[in-house]
Nanobody
Framework: QVQLVESGGGLVQAGGSLRLSCAAS????????MGWFRQAPGKERKFVAA????????YYAESVKGRFTISRDNAKSTVYLQMNSLKPEDTAVYYC?????????????WGQGTQVTVSS
């Protein structure tokens, strides 16, 4: 089974940057589309960004366009989320997820999450 482990979260001031990493197990990582989601306290989990299995296509929520960048290194079985110009509204637990199918936006594997807190 695929296991995902996020890291890189922490406390930053508004305007700062963080890079999240998600390390995946398994021998077929390169065939998985990957996504990042976040969940703020008391709110539902929301889509943040996604990347195709090859890294050739990326997608972003409107709220993070121009500030966040998703990327992947299939040789390291790792997906990244570079977060710049952070705002207090970005505070949430961030989760990575894997889509092992050929269909859009079908995520079957989820990580444990990493906390990102942005102070004002």
């Amino acid at each position: 089974q695929v296991q995902l482990v996020e890291s890189g979260g922490g406390l930053v001031q508004a305007g700062g940057s963080l890079r999240l990493s998600c390390a995946a197990s398994g021998r077929t990582f390169s065939s998985y589309a990957m996504g990042w989601f976040r969940q703020a306290p008391g709110k539902e989990r929301k889509f943040v960004a996604a990347i195709s299995y090859s890294g050739g296509s990326t997608y972003y929520a409107e709220s993070v366009k121009g500030r966040f960048t998703i990327s992947r290194d299939n040789a390291k079985s790792t997906v990244y989320l570079q977060m710049n110009s952070l705002k207090p509204e970005d505070t949430a637990v961030y989760y990575c997820a894997a889509n092992p199918t050929d269909r859009n936006f079908v995520y079957e594997y989820w990580g444990q999450g990493t906390q990102v807190t942005v102070s004002s």
